[in-house]
């Protein structure tokens, strides 16, 4: 991706031109010449769930068009973001609980659930808690959002 400074505001391309102005064969140049038109490298940087992208500036130091990661600023507290990961959390794992459910089903009328199936049960469970624990530890908005599971 390609960024150039038209008279103040930064106007990014997924590729550049083919021509531009006057001049033929834009796609074709190198980057040195694409530098000497104005055109230079856009760098995204990687954000977490608790960041997002500024406004894009040019680098004059490492000569790319970037943007800077802020912090997001979330109005609910640290313990209402916890409530909401954890309820997160309990959905995504009742869903991979779900898929087995039919073992447990038939097991209460006399069929058993394979010992496979028991011990993949009781590991989401245990894996469930874990992360719950991991949460409930967290001290700041940041951290609780980021957290991963």
């Known amino acids: 991706m390609k960024g150039i400074n038209l008279n103040g505001?930064?106007?990014?391309?997924?590729?550049?031109?083919?021509?531009?102005?006057?001049?033929?064969g834009v796609n074709y140049m190198?980057?040195?010449?694409?530098k000497g038109l104005g055109f230079?490298?856009?760098?995204t940087p990687t954000t977490k769930q608790s960041e997002q992208l500024g406004?894009?500036?040019?680098?004059?130091d490492s000569e790319v068009f970037t943007y800077p990661v802020e912090s997001i600023t979330y109005t609910e507290t640290v313990t209402e973001l916890k409530e909401q990961k954890i309820a997160e959390l309990k959905h995504f794992y009742n869903s991979k609980l779900a898929e087995t459910d039919w073992y447990i089903i038939r097991a209460q009328e006399g069929i058993a659930a394979p010992?496979?199936?028991?011990?993949?049960r009781s590991a989401l469970r245990t894996?469930?808690?874990?992360?719950e624990?991991?949460?409930n530890a967290k001290t700041t908005k940041a951290s609780v959002i980021d957290y991963q599971f």
């Open 40 to 43: 230079y490298d856009v760098v």
């Open 30 to 34: 190198s980057d040195e010449d694409l």
């Open 9 to 24: 505001t930064i106007k990014t391309y997924s590729s550049v031109p083919k021509t531009w102005g006057n001049i033929l």
């Open 133 to 135: 624990t991991n949460i």
């Open 55 to 60: 406004d894009i500036y040019f680098d004059a």
């Open 127 to 131: 894996e469930c808690a874990t992360h």
């Open 115 to 120: 010992q496979d199936v028991i011990d993949a």
